[in-house]
């Protein structure tokens, strides 16, 4: 029963899932409370959930593309030269399943903002 990753707040790996009255999932932290927004689906919930897991692992787009789409820390490895700006921001498409640039070759999620 390790479909939930560890707590992205305290590190935990007491969350649960939960239905809510209105019929929503969330998944919930018991060590630390925290919570997500409500989700349609169960699986949305844990997808919700999992994809605020510490995570600094680049994931090759060739083994692994992202499941929601948004904004992702890419590695560029197709660029024509090779610079720092080889790793930057670009807009991941999950009807699509593609980013906005055939450069990419690794991405990862991007890190969460400062408190
Ligand atoms: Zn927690």
Same mark, same amino acid.
């Given at each position: =029963?390790?479909?939930?990753?560890?707590?992205?707040? @305290?590190? +935990? /790996?007491?969350?649960? $899932?939960?239905? =809510?009255?209105?019929?929503?999932?969330?998944?919930? @932290?018991? +060590? /630390?409370?925290?919570? $997500?927004?409500?989700?349609?689906?169960?699986?949305?919930?844990?997808?919700?959930?999992?994809?605020?897991?510490?995570?600094?692992?680049?994931?090759?787009?060739?083994?692994?593309?992202?499941?929601?789409?948004?904004?992702?820390?890419?590695?560029?490895?197709?660029?024509?030269?090779?610079?720092?700006?080889?790793?930057?921001?670009?807009?991941?498409?999950?009807?699509?399943?593609?980013?906005?640039?055939?450069?990419?070759?690794?991405?990862?999620?991007?890190?969460?903002?400062?408190?």
């Amino acid at each position: =029963m390790s479909e939930l990753k560890p707590c992205p707040c @305290c590190g +935990s /790996c007491e969350a649960s $899932i939960k239905v =809510m009255t209105v019929g929503t999932f969330r998944v919930f @932290c018991e +060590s /630390c409370r925290l919570c $997500i927004p409500g989700c349609q689906t169960r699986e949305e919930a844990v997808e919700a959930w999992n994809i605020r897991a510490p995570q600094s692992q680049w994931i090759s787009v060739a083994n692994e593309l992202p499941k929601i789409s948004g904004p992702y820390w890419t590695f560029n490895g197709d660029d024509a030269n090779e610079s720092v700006i080889q790793q930057r921001v670009h807009m991941y498409d999950s009807d699509h399943r593609q980013f906005n640039s055939h450069t990419v070759t690794h991405w990862m999620q991007l890190p969460e903002p400062p408190q």
